[in-house]
């Protein structure tokens, strides 16, 4: 069993900076796709970013379109660390953001963290 632990959320000004991070109790980032989403108050939760198993491949590295160019998603396999490095923030990308991992051959995310909350001001 996966366990995920986020990090990194905090208020920030717009225009600013933010790192998440993603703990993994197991070392086994090679063989998943790992995903940050986030939901917003009111909202549905939406798919931020993924990074895949299968390096070259043309969905390797994923964003949503809001994020595109200012997110910046990478893993640390020896470390089973995910990151979202967030740049040039807004007040629309307020949120709790999770960070999920699909197994190899899976069809789903099936295991996620808590989330971390992400404030940023006007």
């Known amino acids: 069993q996966v366990h995920l632990v986020e990090s990194g959320g905090g208020l920030a000004e717009t225009g600013g900076s933010l790192t998440l991070s993603c703990a993994a109790s197991?070392?086994?980032?090679?063989?998943?796709?790992m995903a940050w989403f986030r939901q917003a108050p009111g909202m549905e939760r939406e798919f931020v970013a993924h990074?895949?198993?299968?390096?070259?491949?043309?969905?390797?590295?994923k964003y949503t379109d809001s994020v595109k160019g200012r997110f910046t998603i990478s893993r640390d396999i020896a470390t089973s660390t995910l990151y979202l490095q967030m740049d040039s923030l807004k007040p629309e990308d307020t949120a709790v953001y999770y960070c999920?991992?699909?197994?190899?051959?899976?069809?789903?995310?099936?295991?996620w963290g808590q989330g971390t909350q992400v404030t940023v001001s006007s």
């Open positions: 999920a991992a699909q197994p190899r051959g899976s069809a789903d995310y099936v295991y």
């Open positions: 197991e070392g086994t980032f090679s063989d998943h796709r």
């Open positions: 990074i895949s198993w299968l390096v070259g491949s043309s969905n390797y590295i």
